[in-house]
């Protein structure tokens, strides 16, 4: 939620973080079930100016930015 915020959104910080308490429990939830997901990965991005976190869980992962409308 942006709280009335009018301001184009961009990303402060995106990482990858493998050590993600919910990543593990993700993957022994499946591992248990026969699949395995030892290239689960956990994509982080902070938005600049709400602050938001996204976490996405995912193998791959690829940002493709719209070009600027001027």
């Known amino acids: ?5 009018i301001a184009e959104e961009s990303i402060l910080r995106a990482s990858i973080n493998n ?6 429990i993700i993957k022994e939830n499946w591992k248990s079930m026969g699949v395995d997901l030892d290239n689960l990965k956990c994509y982080e991005i902070e938005t600049n100016t709400t602050g938001s976190l996204l976490l996405i869980y995912a193998i791959d ?3 493709n930015p719209e070009p600027r409308k001027d």
């Open 1 to 5: 939620m942006n709280f009335g915020f």
């Open 19 to 24: 050590e993600q308490e919910k990543l593990y």
């Open 61 to 63: 992962f690829q940002i």
